[in-house]
T-cell receptor, first 115, second 116 residues
Framework: AQKVTQAQTEISVVEKEDVTLDCVYE???????LFWYKQPPSGELVFLIR??????QNEISGRYSWNFQKSTSSFNFTITASQVVDSAVYFC????????????FGTGTRLKVLA | GAGVSQSPSNKVTEKGKDVELRCDPI?????LYWYRQSLGQGLEFLIY????????KSGLPSDRFSAERTGGSVSTLTIQRTQQEDSAVYLC??????????????FGPGTRLTVL
């Protein structure tokens, strides 16, 4: 069974600060995918990134970057120069490559960016 | 193109009543998922559809919960004899179901259910 731990329940930062959201996952699958979603106050989950377990290269997209380390089962998400619009709940979710491909979500990390 | 839509956006009901929640997936998406998000909780998987079949219903919390999908498109989640603990946001997601876990699920705005 898969499991994800986002130990940081809530983080508050001041605008322009960098912030890293931690994600540790457990899976018995040898091949799997990892996702990050953003849930702004409006409630709709917005897809941010998908990463497969074979690709350990870090990825950068604008102010967002992801650090995937298979050895420590972590897939951390960093926002550089945070903005108020980044305020949201962020979810990390693993998905297996077999079965129903359902996501196993953690409780998420609430990020508050203060002006 | 149009995203996943859900209706109603808000539903207030009395304990013991039945409710139906609707999901319209993205056109062409054969996989459809229902999740539930309770206050302060993460998202909890409820049921998965591939076409009109539901090969994984493992997340339905009780037999008061049921779901169907017709025409490989619209899905309805029904909760009978609602209880206060059913109060939550119910989220629907769809994906292309290309297999291998590569699918990205696209979520609707959710239905907020309040049981008084």
């Amino acid at each position: 069974a898969q499991k994800v731990t986002q130990a940081q329940t809530e983080i508050s930062v001041v605008e322009k600060e960098d912030v890293t959201l931690d994600c540790v996952y457990e899976t018995r699958d040898t091949t799997y995918y990892l996702f990050w979603y953003k849930q702004p106050p409006s409630g709709e989950l917005v897809f941010l990134i998908r990463r497969n377990s074979f690709d350990e290269q870090n990825e950068i997209s604008g102010r967002y970057s992801w650090n995937f380390q298979k050895s420590t089962s972590s897939f951390n998400f960093t926002i550089t120069a945070s903005q108020v619009v980044d305020s949201a709940v962020y979810f990390c979710a693993p998905s297996s490559t077999s079965g129903t491909y359902k996501y196993i979500f953690g409780t998420g990390t609430r990020l508050k960016v203060l002006a | 193109g149009a995203g996943v839509s859900q209706s109603p956006s808000n539903k207030v009901t009395e304990k013991g009543k039945d409710v139906e929640l609707r999901c319209d997936p993205i056109s062409g998406h054969t996989a459809l998922y229902w999740y539930r998000q309770s206050l302060g909780q993460g998202l909890e998987f409820l049921i998965y559809f591939q076409g009109n079949s539901a090969p994984d219903k493992s997340g339905l919390p009780s037999d008061r919960f049921s779901a169907e999908r017709t025409g490989g498109s619209v899905s309805t989640l029904t909760i009978q004899r609602t209880q206060q603990e059913d109060s939550a946001v119910y989220l629907c997601a769809s994906s292309l179901a290309r297999g291998g876990g590569t699918d990205t699920q696209y979520f609707g705005p959710g239905t907020r259910l309040t049981v008084l």
